[in-house]
């Protein structure tokens, strides 16, 4: 599963286009985990990102030496490599309220300041 | 290694566990071989007791001395960090990990950028271990801290699940792992960890005894071997962690029959006419200003002008004071020092801990190689520690002395008149030979004594000598011993003289007696003389009165013949008789 999904759809009303959403997502090997993880995350991106992001797939057991490089510990772990700063999110992101908080992207709902 | 190899020969049919020397001095000796092999260690302790440092020489002298390649997670420092901090200990770490003999892996956790999610587990961290351990095949595996992990992921109920596979893993990996982990309050380790290390738990312990730090070490539990339950103080010199165990080292050293000097022809006399045994450990206890440095010095001077190379470890005056004092009483230590036969080493007692000190001792000793070593005084040493330490630390010093069979003195200081104190009779049933020297105070001075307490091994003398210092140097003279006691300094003085004089007068006294009876035998001599003078006249008297006689009767005879002859009487036929018959017929 050494897929990369790169997905880019028109800019949302709001956003400035040149802010892309680089994800990485860490699993080792297709455990119910891992695939949840990446389903959920498929989901969140597209609820709230949509066109702006760009998942990577990095399946550990095939390549161990990436574990290094983002201090990886935890399977599966999304890590937002941009923007800045690199924030690490550990689980299955089912729980997606979190998960949001994590990637410092609140729901629509509230309100977002400049 | 002499007691490993004795165990090993006598336990070789059953199976034992196999074990992973750390070459670690001496806790390979504590632990019968090394570390489990193969099994997980937990070294525990507090803060800045050397548990990062006891794994760094595992992992360097496994892949230096034992051909182990190892892998180094850190989960505390980098790897620039660690690299540096074991270049102090003189092992390349740089070159063994561009030889891939080491990997580091610096494990990186900040809670803050972590945000957890649901489900997950620590499968990363097992692909990362993994993927070192298969790039140089890994036979060590050092985890510091992995504590690190409680306070970086905040499920601790997953993490304690995903250590228990860790060292499950471990296990079935076949490495030998030593884990490190911060001592807790009322357990080994702050999270519990030794739950999960079952197999052999290492404490690493430094407390502070009045201002002065040791470290310990103590294997708490080693599952499946014999191993030595004590505390054992450990250093951490230039070249890593050194154990020194007490009763590692067996009773089996080489022992000489060779003999050197004392210094002191008269020691020499007292211990059967040939000073110490080589090799054998000496005790010189007094009370202070008894002259304990000076017969040190004495014994110093003496070994090393006949050629042994002598070591003199002051904890009171410097190098330059004793030499100055002992030239006070005729001995020159200058030269010999000059020639190299001779090296001093000061230092103040509470300079640091007792283990440093003994360290400190071993490497001057390797260093210089002696034959004779003198510690004066080993009791300044007692500051250093408690009466305990000290004598395991004088009973590691002898062993390692004897080991090299290395003559060495220790004098001892005593306080007070004749006790003797505690520590020094703990020290003496170590000792081969001890000598006491004492003070005797009467008559308004103090003199001093010297007598051998014992001596194994030889006929010693059982007399007490007195002890001078003069400006030639140190003698011993014999105390006088009267019906009034021992007598010394000026009392054995008066006594000698007192004794010179009463000679001269009974020398006299016979002379005169002398001259008395030869006067009285002249005398008689005279006497006989006249008398036999006297005897002489009267012999001669009486010859001269037998020759009247005789002439007498003669003439007699002749007229008494002559008359008969006139009157014509009967011829009486003379016989010719002896001369009384004749008297006595002159008589009838």
């Known amino acids: ?114 | 290694m002499t007691s490993r190899s004795v165990r090993k020969s006598i336990a070789a049919p059953v199976p034992r566990l196999p074990k992973c020397p750390t070459g670690i001095q001496g806790l390979d000796e504590i632990t019968g071989g090394g570390l489990p092999r193969g099994r997980p260690t937990l070294v525990c302790g507090g803060a800045g007791c050397g548990k990062t440092l006891f794994a760094t020489e595992f992992l360097a002298r496994g892949a230096t001395q034992f051909g182990e390649p190892g892998v180094f997670m850190s989960f505390e420092e980098t790897d620039a960090e660690l690299k540096l901090n074991v270049a102090s200990l003189g092992f390349d770490m740089a070159a063994l990990v561009r030889r891939k003999k080491i990997v580091f892996d610096h494990v990186y956790i900040e809670r803050s950028e972590i945000q957890e999610t649901g489900e997950y587990d620590l499968e990363a961290l097992f692909v990362r271990l993994n993927y070192a351990i298969d790039s140089i095949g890994a036979k060590r595996v050092v985890l510091d801290t992995l504590e690190a992990l409680f306070t970086g992921l905040p499920n601790e109920a997953i993490l304690r699940a995903e250590l228990r596979r860790l060292f499950r893993w471990l296990k079935t990996k076949g490495v030998t792992a030593v884990i490190t982990a911060e001592s807790g309050r009322e357990q080994f380790t702050r999270h519990g960890l030794e739950e999960y290390v079952s197999d052999c738990v290492i404490l690493l312990d430094h407390r502070v005894n009045d201002q002065i730090a040791t470290r310990h070490l103590r294997v708490v539990k080693y599952r499946g071997a014999l191993h030595g339950t004590n505390e054992f103080p450990f250093l951490i010199g230039d070249d890593g962690i050194s154990v020194l165990p007490i009763t590692s080292l067996g009773l089996n050293h080489k022992v000489s029959s060779g003999r050197i000097s004392a210094g002191i022809p008269r020691l020499d006399a007292m211990l059967s006419g040939r000073g110490f045994f080589r090799g054998s450990s000496i005790l010189l206890t007094g009370t202070p200003g008894t002259g304990k440095t000076s017969v040190a010095a004495c014994f110093a001077q003496a070994a090393a002008q006949s050629g042994d190379r002598v070591l003199f470890f002051s904890f009171e005056e410097s190098p330059n004071q004793i030499i100055r004092n002992m030239r006070s009483i005729g001995l020159r230590l200058e030269p010999l020092v000059q020639r190299g036969l001779l090296r001093f080493h000061a230092a103040r007692p509470t300079l640091c801990g007792l283990e440093m000190h003994l360290a400190t001792m071993f490497k001057e000793i390797v260093a210089f190689q002696p034959t004779v070593v003198i510690v004066d005084p080993i009791t300044s040493l007692l500051s250093a520690g408690s009466d305990h330490e000290t004598k395991g630390m004088v009973t590691r010093l002898i062993d390692f002395l004897k080991g090299g069979q290395v003559t060495s003195l220790f004098t001892s200081l005593t306080h007070g008149g004749y006790a003797l104190q505690q520590s020094e009779i703990a020290m003496s049933s170590l000792m081969d030979a001890w000598l006491l020297l004492q003070d005797f105070e009467g008559n308004g001075e103090r003199n001093r004594v010297l007598y051998v307490l014992k001596s194994r091994g030889m006929a010693h003398s059982n007399q007490v000598r007195e002890f001078l210092i003069s400006d030639r140097g140190v003698d011993l003279v014999d105390a006088y011993i009267g019906p009034h006691g021992v007598l010394t300094g000026a009392s054995r003085v008066a006594q000698a003289a007192r004794e010179k004089a009463e000679a001269l007068t009974s020398q006299q006294e016979a002379a005169r007696r002398k001259r008395e009876l030869k006067y009285k035998r002249a005398t008689l001599e005279q006497r006989i003389a006249s008398l036999r003078s006297a005897h002489e006249i009267d012999a001669a008297e009486l010859e001269r009165m037998d020759a009247q006689v005789g002439t007498q009767t003669r003439v007699l005879t002749a007229e008494r013949t002559e008359l008969a002859r006139l009157r014509q009487a009967d011829v009486v036929r003379v016989a010719p008789r002896p001369a009384a018959k004749l008297k006595a017929g002159s008589r009838r």
């Open chain 1, 1 to 114: 599963m050494t897929a990369s999904t790169v997905t880019r759809q028109r800019k949302p009303s709001g956003r400035r286009p040149e802010k892309l959403w680089q994800l990485r997502l860490y699993v080792a090997s297709q455990t119910p985990k891992s695939l949840a993880a990446f389903s959920n995350l498929k989901r969140i991106c597209e609820t709230h990102l949509s066109g702006r992001y760009r998942i990577e797939v990095i399946d550990l057991m095939a390549q161990p030496h990436l574990s290094k490089g983002d201090q990886i510990l935890a399977i599966p772990t999304l890590v937002r490599k941009l923007p800045q700063p690199v924030r690490k999110i550990i689980g299955d992101l089912s729980d997606t309220e979190r998960v949001l908080i994590g990637l410092d992207l609140r729901p629509d709902s509230s309100p977002r300041k400049g």
